[in-house]
């Protein structure tokens, strides 16, 4: 009696940074540290790749789900936790993208009810024949 949900999971993970700007120094010191490789033994499932472009482009990293969507996220000015965060936080997801719910707001009038407020157990009846 196992049930087991299938979820899109993350394939690979594409950093892209730049070789000398200042907002990828975070990214950089992650993928040439001790940090990325611990993250990939973690989660041997996953693709790693990083790539130095150059250009001064912002870093960010590009995420591949098996059911062939993609999710990129920014990573402009990170610190080496926070991009360790935010690879976390994309392995874990399903790759859907989140739907947006209508709340249902209460009707509310500025006329008070003629019958008065419900109150639990106030079942009983009157008899109004007399």
């Known amino acids: 009696d196992l049930i087991i949900v299938a979820m899109n999971r993350v394939k690979q993970l594409s950093l892209r940074f730049c070789k000398w700007g200042g907002s990828s120094r975070g990214v950089r010191s992650f993928v040439f540290g001790e940090r990325l490789v611990r993250l ?7 693709k790693f790749a990083a790539d130095a472009v150059g250009g001064n482009k912002h870093p960010h990293v590009i ?3 098996e059911d062939g969507l993609e999710q990129q996220v920014p990573l402009k000015n990170c610190e080496e936790e926070a991009v360790e965060r935010a ?13 947006d719910f209508k709340r249902w707001n209460k009707p509310q ?8 407020t419900w109150q639990p157990g106030a079942d009983y009846r009157v008899d109004i024949k007399q």
């Open 63 to 65: 995420a591949a789900y």
């Open 87 to 99: 690879l976390e936080k994309l392995i874990a997801r399903s790759g859907r993208r989140y739907k």
């Open 109 to 116: 009038g500025k006329q008070r009810s003629l019958q008065g």
């Open 40 to 46: 990939a033994k973690n989660h041997p499932s996953v």
